[in-house]
């Protein structure tokens, strides 16, 4: 079992990588409403919202797991 330093740590780490894939969401979002003709594929989008809310979902579970305030059960 993880300690809470440990729980916490990887708390911070997914928190980067969902920030990181939200900047690139928006980028691509960006990029595609000034550039019509050279938009960036489905996939690549689709994989980067797939990521981030994934990402969401690892930060809320993380978050109850310590038990911080105001975060209720991760499955609803």
């Known amino acids: 079992m993880k300690d809470n330093r440990e729980v916490r740590e990887m708390m911070r780490e997914a928190k980067r990588l969902r920030d990181e894939w939200e900047a690139y969401l928006l980028e691509m979002k960006e990029h595609n409403s000034s550039n019509p003709d050279n ?38």
């Open 39 to 76: 938009r960036y594929p489905r996939t690549d989008i689709a994989e980067a919202v797939r990521n981030y809310n994934a990402l969401r979902g690892v930060v809320k579970s993380l978050q109850w797991v310590i038990g911080m305030p105001g975060v209720e059960d991760p499955l609803w």
